[in-house]
């Protein structure tokens, strides 16, 4: 890697964990040069400015995550691809097989020390959504959520582009996002000191779980 490329991953890294701990204007470009370990001027004549600096670290992040899901999520896009040219169905049990590997391989991102900075740049934006949220929400949101719609759909026999699809949806996207918005709380009602692999294997048994019992509603009109 060469020596900018260095500099520049430096900045992305230390930025995603600072603005995540002191948000955009909490975070002046000392603090952000200081946690990189690099020159203040290294700002400017890699990203022009803080703002360039900060949307830049949201598509750093779109990339991280991509690393962990694209592959699934490009294996999964084409077989629904195929399906739609040949105008056949998703069957109930290919769609319940896929989800299930989505939400075993986000579960064990989400309780990952890792996700840590994510999470808190993350939960800033969703309270005061920025250009940067618009970066993550386009390049890496948008695109499992609708995966998950099409798959949740299939499950419970629904249009996935119907409002209660979307909903239904969302909200099992809520019920693993738990993991890490809710961590110490997670910690505190299991009576774990630390999430190591057994309890990671507990997590990824319960995600399988949520999966396996999504079903049509009794008495819901689709």
Known sequence: MLRSDVTREKLLTASLDVFGRYGFDGASTRKLADSAGVNLQAIPYY????????????????????????????????????????????????????????????????????SESWARFLIREQMEPTEAFARVYEGVMRPMIE????LIGAI?????????????????????????????????????EVIGQEQVEIV?????????????LEGHAA
């Open 47 to 114: 990203f022009g400015s803080k703002e360039g600096l900060y949307v830049a670290t949201a598509e750093y992040l779109t990339s991280i995550i991509g690393e962990h899901v694209g592959e699934l999520r490009q294996k999964i896009g084409a077989r629904l691809v195929e399906l739609d040219s040949r105008g056949e169905p998703l069957a109930e049990t290919e769609a319940r097989n896929f989800l299930t590997e989505i939400v075993q391989t986000m579960v064990v991102l989400f309780v990952s020390r890792q």
């Open 204 to 216: 990824r048994s319960l995600a399988a779980e949520l999966v396996a019992v999504l079903g049509p």
């Open 156 to 192: 419970i026999r629904e249009d996935p582009g119907s409002e209660h699809v979307k909903l239904r949806t969302l909200s099992f996207v809520g019920s693993l996002l738990v993991f890490r918005m809710a961590h110490a709380a997670v910690l505190a009602q299991m009576e774990w």
């Open 147 to 150: 995966i998950g719609r099409r």
